[in-house]
């Protein structure tokens, strides 16, 4: 059974920071291209980054310059860490696992930045 269990969300003050963790089971990780993707309140959900499982990445153009992605294979976890965050990266943050033809969800974690 495939699980992916987010962590590590909260409330913030804009400029302030936070590092999502996404503990990955089930599924082999290490061949696994995983995902950070976020919800805000009304709107659909959007791709924040990417990473491949030789540790490629993509990011949205609004936040290359401030999030980063990485995985751990050794730990099965896949990190993003948010900097100079803004009121309108608010929303839910849902890690994603992408093994061929399926893709697995973790249930989401939510993220809010005071203004």
């Known amino acids: 059974q495939v699980q992916l269990v987010e962590s590590g969300g909260g409330l913030v003050q804009a400029g302030g920071s936070l590092r999502l963790s996404c503990a990955a089971s089930?599924?082999?990780?290490?061949?696994?291209?995983m995902a950070w993707y976020r919800q805000a309140p009304g709107k659909q959900r959007e791709l924040v980054a990417g990473?491949?499982?030789?540790?490629?990445?993509n990011y949205a153009d609004s936040m290359k310059d401030r999030f980063t992605i990485s995985r751990d294979n050794a730990k099965n976890r896949v990190f993003l860490q948010m900097n100079s965050l803004k009121p309108e990266d608010t929303g839910v943050y849902y890690c994603?696992?992408?093994?061929?033809?399926?893709?697995?969800w973790g249930q989401g974690i939510q993220v809010t930045v005071s203004s």
């Open positions: 994603k696992a992408q093994v061929p033809r399926i893709a697995y």
């Open positions: 990473i491949t499982s030789s540790g490629s990445t």
């Open positions: 089930g599924i082999s990780f290490s061949i696994t291209a």
